[in-house]
């Protein structure tokens, strides 16, 4: 437990660093996103954008291949599970990034259409590239309605929370947006770049969430092993008195009968 402490938090500086370079490009590139959104004109057919009924529902949930690491599966999956449950009626097209999650929703008889090797601080900008164009290709063929991604977000090495992004159709439906809708200009024109800007946004977002996902894998782990060694290490003290009170018993009760039986020679 000690070894996997170290190994641990060995990896979690690097991975930690990467996150942080990737960080300020994915920052960046929502609020950019999150501008398009409010610029866009309702009336404007665009792929990526179009809002249809939902019957239909990607979900893309980020877990790790290995346990040993606290409640860091269960709490991305039960919040998922939560978030899959309230859109009931719906059809769902699970894709697990990690093996914890696809045991998780095999278990519970969910569709489960492709499994991925989890996120780890060797994730390479290839594998969310493979993840988008696939979420993409469903959107855009009519196969599904909406697109979400389900992972845990790092906030320091004791906070980890589950947080769900949606990523597709980007054309935002909340009426205040709607309302303070932004004057844009585009280059060429609006759907020939969204339908560049989109792709690299949900690989941007996607590899974000791995990053993410590693970085809490780690931390959780680091943390649980140190908490492991913790207790192992006050549960060997405790024996070692109860064995050492034992041992004292057993000899004082041996010296008691040696006594016992020379004065009874005498």
Same mark, same amino acid.
């Given at each position: 437990?000690?070894?996997?402490?170290?190994?641990?938090?060995?990896?979690?500086?690097?991975?930690?660093?990467?996150? #942080? *370079?990737?960080?300020?490009? !994915?920052?960046?590139? &929502?609020?950019?996103?999150?501008?398009?959104?409010?610029?866009?004109? $309702?009336?404007?057919?665009?792929?990526?954008?179009?809002?249809?009924?939902?019957?239909?529902?990607?979900?893309?949930?980020?877990?790790?291949?290995?346990?040993?690491?606290?409640?860091?599966? /269960?709490?991305?999956?039960?919040?998922?599970?939560?978030?899959?449950?309230? %859109?009931?009626?719906?059809?769902?097209?699970?894709?697990?990034?990690?093996?914890?999650?696809? #045991?998780?929703?095999?278990?519970? =008889?969910?569709?489960?259409?492709?499994?991925?090797?989890?996120?780890?601080?060797?994730?390479?900008?290839?594998?969310?590239? /493979?993840?988008?164009?696939?979420?993409? %290709? +469903? !959107?855009? &063929? =009519?196969?599904?309605?909406?697109?979400?991604?389900?992972?845990? *977000? !790092?906030?320091?090495?004791?906070?980890?929370? $589950?947080?769900?992004?949606?990523?597709? $159709?980007?054309?935002?439906?909340?009426?205040?947006?709607?309302?303070?809708?932004?004057?844009?200009?585009?280059?060429?024109?609006?759907?020939? !770049?969204?339908? *560049?800007?989109? $792709?690299?946004?949900?690989?941007?977002?996607?590899?974000?969430?791995? +990053?993410?996902?590693?970085?809490?894998?780690?931390?959780?782990?680091? @943390?649980?092993?140190?908490?492991?060694?913790? %207790?192992? @290490?006050?549960?060997?003290?405790?024996?070692?008195?109860?064995?050492?009170?034992?041992?004292?018993?057993?000899? @004082?009760?041996?010296?008691?009968?040696?006594? &016992?039986?020379?004065?009874?020679?005498?």
């Amino acid at each position: 437990m000690k070894a996997m402490n170290l190994v641990a938090a060995s990896k979690l500086q690097k991975a930690k660093a990467r996150l #942080d *370079h990737v960080r300020p490009l !994915f920052t960046d590139l &929502t609020h950019v996103m999150e501008t398009i959104k409010q610029g866009l004109n $309702p009336k404007e057919k665009i792929a990526f954008a179009e809002v249809r009924e939902v019957k239909s529902i990607a979900y893309i949930i980020l877990s790790g291949d290995r346990g040993l690491c606290g409640s860091f599966n /269960t709490n991305v999956s039960k919040e998922a599970l939560a978030f899959i449950n309230a %859109n009931s009626g719906k059809k769902e097209h699970i894709i697990a990034v990690g093996s914890k999650a696809n #045991d998780y929703f095999k278990r519970r =008889g969910k569709n489960i259409i492709t499994k991925y090797p989890a996120a780890s601080e060797a994730s390479a900008f290839a594998d969310a590239e /493979t993840l988008g164009a696939q979420v993409a %290709n +469903m !959107f855009l &063929t =009519g196969e599904v309605d909406e697109v979400y991604a389900i992972y845990t *977000h !790092f906030e320091s090495i004791l906070a980890h929370v $589950p947080h769900i992004v949606k990523l597709l $159709p980007i054309r935002s439906e909340s009426s205040v947006e709607q309302e303070h809708q932004l004057d844009m200009i585009y280059d060429p024109d609006a759907k020939t !770049f969204i339908e *560049h800007a989109v $792709p690299m946004y949900m690989n941007i977002t996607l590899y974000g969430a791995m +990053m993410e996902s590693a970085v809490c894998e780690l931390s959780s782990r680091m @943390t649980s092993m140190d908490a492991a060694t913790r %207790n192992a @290490t006050d549960i060997i003290d405790d024996l070692t008195l109860e064995y050492n009170r034992k041992r004292q018993g057993i000899i @004082t009760q041996e010296i008691t009968e040696i006594v &016992t039986g020379a004065n009874a020679l005498n």
